[in-house]
C-alpha cells in the first residue's frame, strides 16, 4: 500500500465558542480556554503522531484566527483520485473556512499533491469528507445528507466523480455528519451506529452491506466518537475508546491506536474529522486488503 497523506490543522486558533451541533458547550470552554487550548495542542500533536507512527504522512495547514473549527479539515472537501471538490458550508460560523482551505488546495495543487479543483453548482451545501466516505472494498461513496449537507449534494457529487454512490439520510442532530456514525474499514467490515439512520438509510446500509460484515457500535461507543476513525490497511486511529469496541476491532485483525482527543469532542469531532486523506484513489491499489 502507497504511504496514505492526511491533511491536518494546526490547532492554534481553535475554541468552542459557537455551538452549531448538540456536543458544542461553549460554557465548558470559557471556563478555562488556556487549559482548554493547552489541551487541544497536546490532542493534536498526539493524534499527528499516532498517524505518523502508523505509517502515514501528515501534511500541516496553518490556523486563522476567527475560525475555530478550521481544524476539522474532514469538512473542507471531498477528494478521490486527485480531484478536490471544495466544501460549501451550512453555518456562516465556518464560511469563511472556504476561502482559508480553497488557498490550500490550491498550494497543495501546485506542489502536485492533488491535481484538480472541482466546484460544485452554488446552491448545494456540502460538508466534504465528513458526509461522502470512498469504501474502497466497495468501489463507491457514501453520501450522508439531511443535518449538514443538503440532498441536492448528492446527485452533484455523482456528476463530478463520476462513481457509484449510496446516499444515506441522516436522523440525528447528534450525529450531523455521516463520519460520526460510519466507518468503513479496508476489508470490507463496516462500522456504524444505527440509530443515526433513518429507516431508508439503514436498508440501504443493509442491502449493500452482509450481516457478517456488520459491526454496529453501541450508545457508548459512538458517544466517545469512535466511530469517527481513521483507518488504512489494518491500523484504526480512534479517540479513546470503550473497552467493548477494542475487542471487537482487535478480534477482526485490526490493530488499534487511541488518542485522547477529548478537547475536539467537545466541539463534536475526533480522529476522523481532524483529518483529510489526500491520496485516496479509485482503482485497485487501494483495493481489497483482507483482513
Ligand atoms: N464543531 C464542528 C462542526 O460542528 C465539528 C466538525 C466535526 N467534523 C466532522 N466531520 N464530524 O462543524
Redesign the pocket.
Known amino acids: 500500500m502507497d504511504q496514505p497523506i492526511f491533511l491536518m490543522t494546526e490547532p492554534d486558533h481553535f475554541g468552542v465558542v459557537y455551538q452549531?451541533?448538540p456536543w458544542?458547550r461553549p460554557d465548558s470552554w470559557h471556563a478555562d480556554p488556556v487549559a482548554g487550548l493547552s489541551a487541544a495542542r497536546a490532542a493534536s500533536r498526539a493524534l499527528r503522531a499516532a498517524l505518523i507512527e502508523t505509517g502515514a504522512k501528515v501534511e500541516m495547514i496553518p490556523a486563522a484566527p476567527g475560525l475555530p473549527?478550521l481544524v476539522?479539515p474532514?469538512?473542507a472537501a471531498i477528494i478521490l483520485d486527485g480531484v478536490v471538490v471544495p466544501a460549501r458550508f451550512r453555518h456562516p460560523e465556518?464560511q469563511g473556512e472556504e476561502a482559508m482551505f480553497r488557498a490550500a488546495f490550491e498550494t497543495l495543487k501546485a506542489r502536485g499533491l492533488v491535481t484538480e479543483i472541482v466546484e460544485l453548482p452554488p446552491d448545494v451545501i456540502q460538508e466534504g469528507a465528513?458526509d461522502c466516505i470512498w469504501d474502497a472494498d466497495r468501489g463507491l461513496f457514501w453520501v450522508g445528507h439531511g443535518q449538514r449537507s443538503s440532498a441536492n449534494s448528492v446527485p452533484a457529487i455523482a456528476q463530478a466523480f463520476g462513481k457509484p454512490l449510496v446516499a444515506l439520510e441522516l436522523a440525528s442532530p447528534r450525529f450531523y455528519?455521516l463520519?460520526?456514525c460510519f466507518c468503513p474499514l479496508q476489508g470490507g467490515k463496516l462500522l456504524f451506529y444505527p440509530p443515526a439512520f433513518t429507516p431508508e438509510a439503514l436498508a440501504a446500509i443493509h442491502s449493500q452491506v452482509a450481516p457478517k460484515d456488520r459491526i454496529e457500535a453501541s450508545d457508548e461507543e459512538a458517544q466517545a466518537f469512535c466511530v469517527?476513525a481513521v483507518n488504512f490497511g489494518r491500523q484504526v486511529v480512534m479517540a479513546k475508546a470503550p473497552q467493548s469496541l477494542r475487542h471487537k476491532l482487535t478480534a477482526l485483525g485490526y490493530r488499534l491506536h487511541e488518542v485522547d482527543l477529548a478537547p475536539f469532542i467537545l466541539?463534536?469531532?475526533g480522529a476522523y474529522?481532524m483529518t483529510l486523506r489526500l491520496d485516496r484513489r479509485s482503482g485497485s491499489a487501494q483495493l481489497r486488503i483482507r483482513a
Do not use: K, Q
Open positions: 452549531i451541533n458544542m473549527d476539522f474532514a469538512n465556518r465528513g455528519h463520519d460520526t469517527n466541539s463534536g469531532g474529522c
